[in-house]
Protein backbone atom coordinates (compact mmCIF):
# COMPACT_ATOMS: atom_id res chain seq x y z
CA UNK A 1 0.00 0.00 0.00
CA UNK A 2 1.22 3.12 -0.59
CA UNK A 3 0.30 5.55 2.11
CA UNK A 4 1.62 7.44 5.14
CA UNK A 5 1.72 5.33 8.37
CA UNK A 6 0.62 6.19 11.40
CA UNK A 7 -0.40 4.85 14.78
CA UNK A 8 -2.88 2.57 14.24
CA UNK A 9 -4.07 1.41 17.63
CA UNK A 10 -4.15 4.87 18.47
CA UNK A 11 -6.61 5.81 15.98
CA UNK A 12 -9.39 3.99 17.22
CA UNK A 13 -9.22 4.37 21.13
CA UNK A 14 -9.16 8.44 20.34
CA UNK A 15 -12.24 8.21 17.97
CA UNK A 16 -14.01 6.53 20.84
CA UNK A 17 -12.99 8.53 23.45
CA UNK A 18 -14.44 11.67 21.47
CA UNK A 19 -17.82 9.85 20.91
CA UNK A 20 -18.08 8.88 24.45
CA UNK A 21 -18.37 12.71 25.03
CA UNK A 22 -19.77 14.24 21.62
CA UNK A 23 -21.76 11.69 20.28
CA UNK A 24 -25.05 13.09 18.13
CA UNK A 25 -28.26 12.13 19.69
CA UNK A 26 -30.52 11.34 16.61
CA UNK A 27 -33.64 9.48 16.81
CA UNK A 28 -32.38 5.95 15.69
CA UNK A 29 -29.80 5.94 18.07
CA UNK A 30 -29.80 3.70 21.09
CA UNK A 31 -29.31 5.47 24.96
CA UNK A 32 -26.88 4.23 27.73
CA UNK A 33 -24.83 1.87 25.85
CA UNK A 34 -28.17 -0.44 25.00
CA UNK A 35 -27.60 -2.01 21.33
CA UNK A 36 -29.89 -0.65 18.97
CA UNK A 37 -32.99 -2.36 17.74
CA UNK A 38 -31.83 -3.65 14.03
CA UNK A 39 -34.91 -2.49 12.79
CA UNK A 40 -34.20 0.98 13.52
CA UNK A 41 -31.17 1.00 12.18
CA UNK A 42 -31.74 -0.66 8.80
CA UNK A 43 -34.37 2.01 8.22
CA UNK A 44 -32.46 4.67 9.07
CA UNK A 45 -29.52 3.99 7.17
CA UNK A 46 -31.68 3.08 4.31
CA UNK A 47 -33.37 6.19 4.39
CA UNK A 48 -30.04 8.18 5.20
CA UNK A 49 -28.97 7.23 1.47
CA UNK A 50 -28.39 9.82 -0.49
CA UNK A 51 -30.31 12.20 2.03
CA UNK A 52 -29.46 14.68 4.86
CA UNK A 53 -29.89 13.19 8.36
CA UNK A 54 -31.87 16.55 8.94
CA UNK A 55 -34.50 15.34 6.41
CA UNK A 56 -34.57 11.68 7.44
CA UNK A 57 -35.39 12.66 10.99
CA UNK A 58 -39.44 13.31 10.91
CA UNK A 59 -39.68 10.24 7.94
CA UNK A 60 -38.23 7.93 10.32
CA UNK A 61 -40.79 8.62 13.09
CA UNK A 62 -43.38 8.96 10.60
CA UNK A 63 -42.69 5.36 9.48
CA UNK A 64 -41.98 4.22 13.19
CA UNK A 65 -45.25 5.49 14.00
CA UNK A 66 -47.29 3.63 11.34
CA UNK A 67 -45.20 0.48 11.39
CA UNK A 68 -43.49 0.10 14.34
CA UNK A 69 -42.17 -3.05 13.40
CA UNK A 70 -40.61 -5.21 10.36
CA UNK A 71 -43.77 -7.13 10.32
CA UNK A 72 -45.74 -4.23 10.05
CA UNK A 73 -44.21 -3.04 7.21
CA UNK A 74 -43.87 -6.24 5.16
CA UNK A 75 -47.47 -6.40 5.62
CA UNK A 76 -48.32 -2.77 4.61
CA UNK A 77 -49.90 -2.21 0.88
CA UNK A 78 -46.73 -1.13 -1.70
CA UNK A 79 -48.51 1.90 -2.16
CA UNK A 80 -49.02 3.58 1.45
CA UNK A 81 -45.38 2.84 1.87
CA UNK A 82 -44.18 4.77 -1.30
CA UNK A 83 -46.56 7.45 -0.28
CA UNK A 84 -45.30 7.77 3.03
CA UNK A 85 -41.66 7.96 1.38
CA UNK A 86 -42.93 10.66 -1.36
CA UNK A 87 -40.22 13.40 -0.90
CA UNK A 88 -37.18 11.36 -0.09
CA UNK A 89 -36.54 10.28 -3.81
CA UNK A 90 -35.16 7.54 -5.43
CA UNK A 91 -38.21 5.37 -5.53
CA UNK A 92 -36.44 1.91 -5.95
CA UNK A 93 -35.33 2.72 -2.23
CA UNK A 94 -38.92 2.50 -1.15
CA UNK A 95 -39.95 -0.45 -3.44
CA UNK A 96 -36.52 -2.29 -1.91
CA UNK A 97 -37.21 -1.66 1.72
CA UNK A 98 -40.55 -2.68 1.39
CA UNK A 99 -39.57 -6.07 -0.35
CA UNK A 100 -36.60 -6.26 2.09
CA UNK A 101 -39.41 -6.14 5.14
CA UNK A 102 -41.04 -9.24 3.55
CA UNK A 103 -37.59 -11.15 3.00
CA UNK A 104 -37.10 -10.62 6.79
CA UNK A 105 -40.74 -11.17 7.36
CA UNK A 106 -41.21 -14.06 5.78
CA UNK A 107 -38.03 -15.87 5.47
CA UNK A 108 -36.01 -14.73 9.23
CA UNK A 109 -39.00 -14.83 11.44
CA UNK A 110 -39.14 -10.93 11.47
CA UNK A 111 -35.59 -11.02 13.26
CA UNK A 112 -32.95 -9.94 11.05
CA UNK A 113 -30.16 -11.75 10.30
CA UNK A 114 -26.58 -10.59 12.30
CA UNK A 115 -24.33 -11.13 10.04
CA UNK A 116 -22.53 -8.91 7.32
CA UNK A 117 -22.78 -11.86 4.02
CA UNK A 118 -26.54 -12.72 5.26
CA UNK A 119 -27.54 -8.73 5.55
CA UNK A 120 -25.62 -8.59 1.74
CA UNK A 121 -28.24 -10.90 0.41
CA UNK A 122 -31.56 -8.68 1.79
CA UNK A 123 -33.04 -6.41 -1.35
CA UNK A 124 -31.57 -3.02 -1.18
CA UNK A 125 -29.15 -3.46 1.22
CA UNK A 126 -25.69 -3.49 -0.10
CA UNK A 127 -21.91 -2.98 1.32
CA UNK A 128 -22.03 -0.04 2.96
CA UNK A 129 -25.74 -0.48 4.86
CA UNK A 130 -24.77 -4.22 5.57
CA UNK A 131 -21.34 -3.42 7.19
CA UNK A 132 -23.46 -0.49 9.35
CA UNK A 133 -26.05 -3.21 9.92
CA UNK A 134 -24.09 -5.48 11.12
CA UNK A 135 -21.82 -3.05 13.64
CA UNK A 136 -24.17 -1.25 15.11
CA UNK A 137 -27.01 -3.39 15.27
CA UNK A 138 -24.99 -6.82 16.31
CA UNK A 139 -21.26 -5.45 17.28
CA UNK A 140 -19.43 -7.19 14.49
CA UNK A 141 -16.04 -5.51 13.10
CA UNK A 142 -17.85 -5.02 9.96
CA UNK A 143 -15.53 -2.32 8.06
CA UNK A 144 -17.97 0.26 7.24
CA UNK A 145 -17.21 2.75 4.37
CA UNK A 146 -19.60 5.75 3.62
CA UNK A 147 -18.42 9.27 2.33
CA UNK A 148 -17.78 10.81 5.57
CA UNK A 149 -15.40 8.24 6.29
CA UNK A 150 -13.49 7.47 3.39
CA UNK A 151 -13.18 11.25 3.71
CA UNK A 152 -11.17 11.18 7.03
CA UNK A 153 -9.40 7.78 5.67
CA UNK A 154 -8.00 9.66 3.21
CA UNK A 155 -6.82 12.51 4.95
CA UNK A 156 -5.71 10.51 7.92
CA UNK A 157 -3.44 7.95 5.61
CA UNK A 158 -2.88 10.93 3.33
CA UNK A 159 -4.13 8.45 0.03
CA UNK A 160 -3.71 9.31 -3.75
CA UNK A 161 -5.82 7.00 -5.02
CA UNK A 162 -8.51 8.36 -6.84
CA UNK A 163 -12.59 7.86 -6.67
CA UNK A 164 -14.17 6.03 -7.15
CA UNK A 165 -11.76 3.47 -8.89
CA UNK A 166 -9.11 3.62 -5.37
CA UNK A 167 -12.14 2.41 -2.79
CA UNK A 168 -10.72 -0.65 -2.29
CA UNK A 169 -7.21 0.65 -1.38
CA UNK A 170 -9.04 3.21 0.99
CA UNK A 171 -11.53 -0.09 2.91
CA UNK A 172 -8.08 -1.91 3.31
CA UNK A 173 -6.64 1.22 5.19
CA UNK A 174 -9.94 1.38 7.08
CA UNK A 175 -10.11 -2.10 7.89
CA UNK A 176 -6.04 -2.06 9.73
CA UNK A 177 -7.89 1.04 12.12
CA UNK A 178 -11.25 -0.89 12.60
CA UNK A 179 -11.35 -2.47 16.65
CA UNK A 180 -13.11 -5.31 17.60
CA UNK A 181 -14.42 -3.56 20.48
CA UNK A 182 -17.53 -1.26 20.34
CA UNK A 183 -17.64 -1.37 16.05
CA UNK A 184 -21.11 -0.33 16.19
CA UNK A 185 -19.84 3.07 18.21
CA UNK A 186 -16.62 3.38 16.26
CA UNK A 187 -18.57 3.55 12.86
CA UNK A 188 -20.85 6.14 14.14
CA UNK A 189 -18.17 8.49 15.91
CA UNK A 190 -16.89 8.41 12.50
CA UNK A 191 -19.72 9.08 10.73
CA UNK A 192 -20.41 12.09 13.47
CA UNK A 193 -16.74 13.69 12.75
CA UNK A 194 -16.91 12.99 8.91
CA UNK A 195 -19.99 15.11 9.06
CA UNK A 196 -19.47 17.81 12.22
CA UNK A 197 -15.38 18.07 12.04
CA UNK A 198 -13.56 16.70 8.46
CA UNK A 199 -16.22 18.55 6.87
CA UNK A 200 -15.37 18.45 3.04
CA UNK A 201 -14.45 22.26 2.76
CA UNK A 202 -13.03 23.99 6.03
CA UNK A 203 -11.95 20.94 7.96
CA UNK A 204 -11.95 21.47 11.77
CA UNK A 205 -8.67 19.98 12.45
CA UNK A 206 -8.23 21.91 15.92
CA UNK A 207 -11.10 19.86 17.01
CA UNK A 208 -10.35 16.78 15.48
CA UNK A 209 -9.61 13.92 17.87
CA UNK A 210 -6.93 12.65 15.75
CA UNK A 211 -5.56 15.58 14.22
CA UNK A 212 -1.99 14.34 15.91
CA UNK A 213 -2.02 11.23 13.80
CA UNK A 214 -3.60 12.84 10.48
CA UNK A 215 -0.79 13.67 7.68
CA UNK A 216 -2.80 16.63 5.97
CA UNK A 217 -3.77 17.87 9.24
CA UNK A 218 -4.48 22.20 9.20
CA UNK A 219 -3.08 22.17 6.20
CA UNK A 220 -4.79 23.66 3.08
CA UNK A 221 -3.96 20.45 1.13
CA UNK A 222 -6.89 18.59 3.30
CA UNK A 223 -9.66 19.84 0.66
CA UNK A 224 -8.10 18.08 -1.82
CA UNK A 225 -8.31 14.45 -0.43
CA UNK A 226 -10.17 11.97 -1.50
CA UNK A 227 -8.74 13.14 -4.76
CA UNK A 228 -11.00 12.02 -7.60
CA UNK A 229 -11.37 11.17 -10.80
CA UNK A 230 -11.90 13.92 -13.56
CA UNK A 231 -15.97 14.42 -13.91
CA UNK A 232 -18.03 13.29 -17.23
CA UNK A 233 -20.62 15.20 -18.50
CA UNK A 234 -23.78 14.15 -18.02
CA UNK A 235 -25.94 13.69 -20.72
CA UNK A 236 -28.97 15.98 -21.71
CA UNK A 237 -32.34 13.83 -22.70
CA UNK A 238 -35.11 15.54 -23.53
CA UNK A 239 -39.23 14.74 -23.96
CA UNK A 240 -42.60 16.61 -24.01
CA UNK A 241 -44.94 16.19 -21.07
CA UNK A 242 -48.63 16.23 -21.35
CA UNK A 243 -50.77 17.70 -19.07
CA UNK A 244 -54.22 16.60 -20.19
CA UNK A 245 -57.63 17.88 -18.28
CA UNK A 246 -61.14 16.86 -18.96
CA UNK A 247 -64.09 19.40 -18.29
CA UNK A 248 -64.26 18.34 -14.65
CA UNK A 249 -60.15 19.70 -14.19
CA UNK A 250 -58.51 16.27 -13.75
CA UNK A 251 -55.71 15.57 -15.31
CA UNK A 252 -54.77 12.17 -16.88
CA UNK A 253 -51.87 10.27 -15.05
CA UNK A 254 -50.41 7.17 -16.45
CA UNK A 255 -48.36 4.85 -14.16
CA UNK A 256 -44.86 4.05 -15.37
CA UNK A 257 -43.71 0.62 -16.16
CA UNK A 258 -42.71 -1.67 -12.53
CA UNK A 259 -39.03 -1.40 -13.82
CA UNK A 260 -37.07 0.88 -14.09
CA UNK A 261 -36.41 4.98 -13.37
CA UNK A 262 -39.50 5.88 -10.56
CA UNK A 263 -41.09 2.10 -11.37
CA UNK A 264 -44.67 1.84 -10.91
CA UNK A 265 -45.14 5.62 -9.69
CA UNK A 266 -47.70 8.03 -11.01
CA UNK A 267 -46.56 10.75 -14.22
CA UNK A 268 -48.08 12.79 -16.24
CA UNK A 269 -47.52 10.64 -19.56
CA UNK A 270 -44.50 12.17 -21.66
CA UNK A 271 -42.67 11.14 -24.74
CA UNK A 272 -39.82 8.90 -24.60
CA UNK A 273 -36.75 10.52 -22.81
CA UNK A 274 -33.98 10.32 -25.91
CA UNK A 275 -30.58 11.95 -25.90
CA UNK A 276 -31.16 15.24 -28.45
CA UNK A 277 -34.20 17.46 -29.64
CA UNK A 278 -37.24 15.85 -28.84
CA UNK A 279 -39.67 16.15 -32.36
CA UNK A 280 -43.14 17.04 -32.37
CA UNK A 281 -44.51 13.54 -34.41
CA UNK A 282 -43.32 12.13 -31.35
CA UNK A 283 -46.39 13.61 -29.44
CA UNK A 284 -48.74 12.44 -31.92
CA UNK A 285 -47.48 8.90 -31.08
CA UNK A 286 -47.94 9.38 -27.72
CA UNK A 287 -51.97 10.34 -28.27
CA UNK A 288 -52.82 7.75 -30.17
CA UNK A 289 -51.21 5.06 -27.21
CA UNK A 290 -53.69 6.93 -24.79
CA UNK A 291 -56.15 6.75 -27.12
CA UNK A 292 -56.80 10.63 -27.86
CA UNK A 293 -57.86 12.32 -30.64
CA UNK A 294 -59.07 16.07 -30.51
CA UNK A 295 -55.99 18.37 -29.99
CA UNK A 296 -57.73 21.53 -30.23
CA UNK A 297 -57.22 24.37 -27.39
CA UNK A 298 -53.18 22.78 -27.19
CA UNK A 299 -50.74 25.15 -25.03
CA UNK A 300 -47.53 24.89 -25.26
CA UNK A 301 -45.74 26.17 -21.78
CA UNK A 302 -43.00 27.90 -22.61
CA UNK A 303 -41.20 27.05 -19.28
CA UNK A 304 -38.99 23.77 -19.20
CA UNK A 305 -39.21 21.41 -16.68
CA UNK A 306 -35.46 20.62 -15.75
CA UNK A 307 -34.15 17.63 -13.11
CA UNK A 308 -31.21 16.09 -13.13
CA UNK A 309 -31.42 11.74 -12.10
CA UNK A 310 -28.44 10.52 -11.08
CA UNK A 311 -26.97 9.39 -14.63
CA UNK A 312 -28.38 12.16 -17.07
CA UNK A 313 -30.27 15.62 -17.12
CA UNK A 314 -33.93 15.66 -18.20
CA UNK A 315 -35.53 18.26 -19.96
CA UNK A 316 -39.88 18.16 -20.32
CA UNK A 317 -41.37 21.26 -22.44
CA UNK A 318 -45.11 20.59 -20.99
CA UNK A 319 -47.78 20.91 -23.52
CA UNK A 320 -51.66 21.39 -22.00
CA UNK A 321 -54.82 19.95 -23.39
CA UNK A 322 -58.10 19.88 -22.85
CA UNK A 323 -60.13 16.94 -23.72
CA UNK A 324 -63.58 15.25 -23.10
CA UNK A 325 -62.71 12.86 -20.34
CA UNK A 326 -65.40 10.16 -22.16
CA UNK A 327 -62.14 10.25 -25.08
CA UNK A 328 -59.76 7.82 -22.36
CA UNK A 329 -61.25 4.74 -20.46
CA UNK A 330 -59.58 4.55 -16.93
CA UNK A 331 -58.15 1.61 -16.12
CA UNK A 332 -55.06 0.43 -13.55
CA UNK A 333 -52.21 2.41 -15.77
CA UNK A 334 -54.38 5.43 -17.02
CA UNK A 335 -56.28 7.47 -14.21
CA UNK A 336 -57.84 10.83 -14.16
CA UNK A 337 -56.97 12.67 -11.08
CA UNK A 338 -58.35 15.79 -9.65
CA UNK A 339 -55.32 17.77 -8.77
CA UNK A 340 -56.61 18.75 -5.28
CA UNK A 341 -55.72 14.79 -5.19
CA UNK A 342 -51.28 15.03 -5.62
CA UNK A 343 -51.06 15.13 -2.30
CA UNK A 344 -52.26 11.23 -1.52
CA UNK A 345 -50.68 9.62 -4.45
CA UNK A 346 -46.94 8.94 -4.28
CA UNK A 347 -45.76 12.08 -6.97
CA UNK A 348 -42.21 11.94 -7.62
CA UNK A 349 -40.50 14.74 -7.35
CA UNK A 350 -39.96 15.48 -11.26
CA UNK A 351 -43.97 15.37 -11.39
CA UNK A 352 -43.40 17.89 -8.83
CA UNK A 353 -41.98 20.26 -10.79
CA UNK A 354 -43.68 19.36 -13.43
CA UNK A 355 -47.46 20.78 -11.67
CA UNK A 356 -45.21 23.93 -10.37
CA UNK A 357 -44.40 25.23 -13.91
CA UNK A 358 -47.67 23.92 -15.76
CA UNK A 359 -49.68 26.13 -12.73
CA UNK A 360 -47.35 28.79 -13.49
CA UNK A 361 -48.12 28.75 -16.77
CA UNK A 362 -51.59 28.43 -16.33
CA UNK A 363 -51.40 31.92 -14.49
CA UNK A 364 -53.24 29.44 -11.36
CA UNK A 365 -52.11 27.04 -8.73
CA UNK A 366 -54.31 24.41 -8.99
CA UNK A 367 -52.88 22.50 -5.50
S1 LIG B 1 -7.06 16.44 11.34
FE1 LIG B 1 -8.31 17.60 9.96
S2 LIG B 1 -8.09 16.65 7.98
FE2 LIG B 1 -7.28 15.23 9.50
S3 LIG B 1 -8.99 13.88 9.96
FE3 LIG B 1 -9.06 15.51 11.46
S4 LIG B 1 -10.39 17.11 10.58
FE4 LIG B 1 -9.83 15.67 8.96
Known amino acids: MASHNIARDRFPEKILTWYDEHARELPWRSQGGERPDPYHVWLSEIMLQQTTVATVGPYFQKFLDQWPTVKHLALAPLDDVLTAWAGLGYYARARNLHKCAGVVWHNYGGQFPGSEDELLTLPGVGPY ?63 DIGSRICRPKKPACDRCPVTDLCHVSGQEIAEAYPKKAPKKVKPVKSAFVLWIENEKGEVLMRRRPEKGLLGGMMEFPSTDWT ?45 IYQVAADQVRPSNQLQWIAPTGFGDIALPTLMNKVVKVVSKGQGSLPL
Not at 277 to 290: D, F, H, I, R, T
Open 275 to 319: EGESQPSEVGQLKVELGLEADENVQAVAQEVVHTFTHFQLKLSPQ
Open 129 to 191: TAAAIAAIAFDEPAVVIDGNIERIICRVFQLEETLPAGRPVIKEHAATVTPKDRPGDYAQALM
